[in-house]
């Protein structure tokens, strides 16, 4: 497994009912835990089989076209 350091910082248009969604569906690309948590900014330790591309990929069809969140993923190992 590959670690990463995922930052994750909610919009303005994401309600928590949105935030819990999102959080739910990260954990079935891999497993994580929140490192630190600040207003709507969330940095994760996350391992996942995925190659760093294609976990940028998933992200950003998780933020979806109303940009909900925005992501950076840093490779950890």
């Known amino acids: 497994m590959t670690r990463y ?5 909610f919009t303005g248009k994401s309600d ?6 999102v959080f739910d569906a ?4 891999g497993t994580f835990c929140i490192q630190d948590q600040k207003d709507r900014v969330y940095i994760l330790e996350f391992k996942s089989e995925l190659t760093q591309d294609w976990l940028e990929e998933r992200f950003k069809n998780l933020a979806g ?5 925005n992501y950076t993923v840093c490779r950890f190992d």
């Open 26 to 29: 990260i954990k079935k690309l």
């Open 65 to 69: 076209p109303a940009e909900v969140f």
């Open 5 to 9: 350091i995922v930052s994750i910082k």
């Open 16 to 21: 928590i009912l949105t935030q819990l969604c």
